[in-house]
């Protein structure tokens, strides 16, 4: 498989979302990437119920698990000797933690100059700071959940969307401290945060009023771009999304669809007439849309070009015909032993997906193998090891 990155070697201290996400973008893209994680029992993220409970198994692929107790000197001591073998160190606590553990920025790159240390916050540097950030504290205060719920209905994104973004900006981050690096000889502390991708998110909104000076309006009750962007349900009780973003879609459309009448009536000639006319031309739409089951109207839309989206559940991916064929879905095993197929990284290199090399691990899965390779003789690692200092739960075959 394309393994790009795969002479970088990353150590990971994190938990949840954020910082595992930036650790498996440069995992999935071939680095080594040694994730950290608190012995005896591992990370916490493992046990999480509810909507929590994919976390560990999405965002954990492709890495080697060490767990060791930092809060004893020789745990700390081993990890300083593989932090001085790294290349980039990938962080998500809250601020000050890494500091009182001795594993902050300043504290590191005196050890390791060439070290780039990337941190992920709920907030950069500024009033806010201080405060413990979550995906859904920084949707409702950056905007994003009051523009998708309903008015007066503020509504958090149905995904982890600020945690994942985050990761990927840390990645980014990272990435371009190697290039600068290899300038300058020295490595550089990142720092990705929360609250800012937000913020990156609602740009465009804030252009908008920018441009208008009006109040904005949720997305459930904006006026759109376009004339055509809507959600129809169709005769068998199903719903399609249907966006007719140009002039030569609509001719294309009235076309497929048999709308002479609706073509020819001048209120709907270019897209800003059909926008000012929504209130005529979705009805009519409706009616002509909600005649046909969804297949159908599928099948007409594809084939005269039109953008469409037939409305699914995530569960219903694991059967998308387009992600099997593609190598969209990787498949993996989940903690518990049983197969499934999770997504890869929306990336194709010359061709190639990016694909698994490991499962995510069992709780210090590869202590052995990691302490081996930075000079720790069987000895040294047997003595940690009986000492509870290094858990190491299942080893892999």
């Known amino acids: 498989m394309t393994a790009p990155l795969k002479d970088l070697r990353v150590v990971e201290l994190t ?41 560990f198994a999405m965002y954990n692929r492709n890495k080697r698990s060490l767990a060791i107790d930092l809060k004893d000197p020789r745990g700390r001591d081993a990890l300083y000797r593989l932090i001085d073998h790294a290349d980039v160190f990938v962080e998500n606590f809250r601020p000050g933690a890494m500091d009182r553990m001795g594993f902050g920025y300043a504290a590191l790159s005196a050890r390791n100059p060439r070290l780039i240390y990337v941190s992920h916050k709920g907030f950069q540097d500024g009033p806010y700071s201080g405060r413990t950030a979550l995906d859904e504290v920084v949707q409702m205060m950056g905007g994003l959940a009051y523009m998708t719920g309903p008015p007066g209905q503020p509504l958090r994104a149905g995904a982890s969307l600020n945690d994942v973004m985050g990761g990927m900006f840390g990645a980014i981050g990272a990435l371009a401290a190697v290039i600068e690096r290899e300038r300058t000889g020295r490595g550089k502390h990142i720092v990705s945060s929360l609250y800012e991708n937000t913020v990156f998110l609602m740009g465009q909104h804030m252009a908008m009023h920018a441009m208008t000076r009006k109040p904005l309006n949720p997305m459930s009750v904006r006026t759109p771009a376009w004339g055509v962007y809507d959600i129809f349900k169709t005769a068998d009780g199903q719903q399609i999304f249907i966006g007719i973003v140009t002039d030569t879609q609509w001719e294309a459309a009235c076309r497929a669809f048999g709308l002479d009448d609706l073509f020819a009536d001048p209120a709907f000639r270019t897209n800003n007439d059909r926008v000012r006319a929504r209130d005529r031309l979705i009805p009519a739409l409706e009616a002509r849309f909600g005649a046909m089951t969804r297949d159908a109207l599928a099948a007409a839309c594809e084939s005269c070009g039109l953008p469409f989206a037939p409305i699914l559940r995530p569960d219903e991916l694991f059967d998308d015909p387009h992600l099997n064929a593609s190598g969209g879905l990787l498949p993996v095993t989940l903690p518990d032993g049983t197969p499934t197929r999770l997504p890869a990284l929306p990336l194709a290199m010359d061709g190639e997906r990016l694909g698994l090399r490991r499962d995510s691990p069992t709780i210090g899965a590869d202590g052995r193998e990691v302490l081996a390779e930075i000079g720790m003789t069987p000895a040294e690692i047997d003595a940690l090891i009986a000492s509870g200092v290094l858990v190491v739960r299942q080893e892999r075959r």
């Open 15 to 55: 938990h949840m979302v954020m910082g595992p996400t930036c650790g498996l973008v440069l995992a999935d893209l071939g680095a080594d990437v040694v994730k950290v994680e608190p012995a005896p029992d591992g990370d916490n993220t493992r046990r999480l119920l509810g909507s929590g409970m994919g976390f």
